[in-house]
């Protein structure tokens, strides 16, 4: 079976410094790739997805980037954090033939202070 | 762009109660819709779903969807509620061909015992 595993679970940062959070799926090949940051009251905003190792598309203009170094694992960072980048980060999976339905990890709670 | 609109951002509820949830895009082509819940401390995960065919969607606890092509909406219902079921609730919609879900903002449900 197929599973999706977030690393850290928390993170509690100071501003300007940088970020990486990783997400790796087990049990499938070749999954499109997700990352969401989820707000109280403001649902999930996508911000990058991937459809293959090394593509990455953005939703979203700002201070995170993304990366796909190998087929399972879908990487976020920053290079310097922003106060507004706390909120709560979801990776997610889906397949090409699934018609859209995800399969979400656990998330990570990032804070910057 | 195609949006989601989930019109009860909060909802409480006593135990037995029925429960119905709105959700309506704006997404002139065939859709998948989805429903998905988040129980407290546990992962976002797939409620039902509709690609085609039958329009009501039965799904797990009970619960279920209808989707009415004319009124671009696909509400969630359940007709009698449990303590358990407190969550939050998100309706999701993806272009058919596409794998870019748009998500609601989200509904919190409280069902008081």
């Known amino acids: 079976s197929q599973t999706i595993h977030q690393w850290p679970a928390t993170l509690v940062q100071p501003v300007g410094s940088p970020l990486s959070l990783e997400c790796t799926v087990e049990g499938t090949s070749n999954p499109n790739l997700y990352w969401y940051r989820q707000a109280a009251g403001r649902g999930l905003q996508l911000l990058f997805y991937?459809?293959?190792?090394?593509?990455i598309s953005s939703e979203v203009p700002q201070n995170l980037s993304a990366s796909r170094p190998q087929d399972r694992q879908f990487i976020l960072s920053s290079k310097k954090l922003l106060l507004s980048d706390s909120g709560f980060y979801l990776c997610?999976?889906?397949?090409?033939?699934?018609?859209?339905?995800?399969?979400f990890g656990p998330g990570t709670r990032l804070t910057v202070l | 762009a195609q949006s989601v609109s989930q019109h009860n951002h909060h909802v409480i509820l006593s135990e037995a109660a029925s429960l119905e949830l709105g959700c309506n895009y704006s997404?002139?082509?065939?859709?998948?819709l989805f429903w998905y819940v988040q129980y407290p401390g546990q992962h976002l995960q797939l409620l039902l779903k509709y690609f085609s065919g039958d329009p009501l969607v039965k799904g797990i606890k009970g619960f279920e969807a209808e989707f009415i092509k004319s009124k671009f909406s696909f509400n969630l219902r359940k007709p009698s509620v449990q303590w358990s079921d407190t969550a939050e609730y998100f309706c999701?919609?993806?272009?058919?061909?596409?794998?870019?879900?748009?998500f609601g903002r989200g509904t919190s449900l409280i069902v008081h015992p």
């Open positions: 999701a919609v993806t272009p058919g061909g596409s794998y870019i879900p748009t």
């Open positions: 997404y002139g082509g065939t859709v998948n």
């Open positions: 991937s459809v293959g190792i090394g593509q």
């Open positions: 997610a999976w889906a397949t090409s033939t699934s018609g859209g339905t995800q399969y």
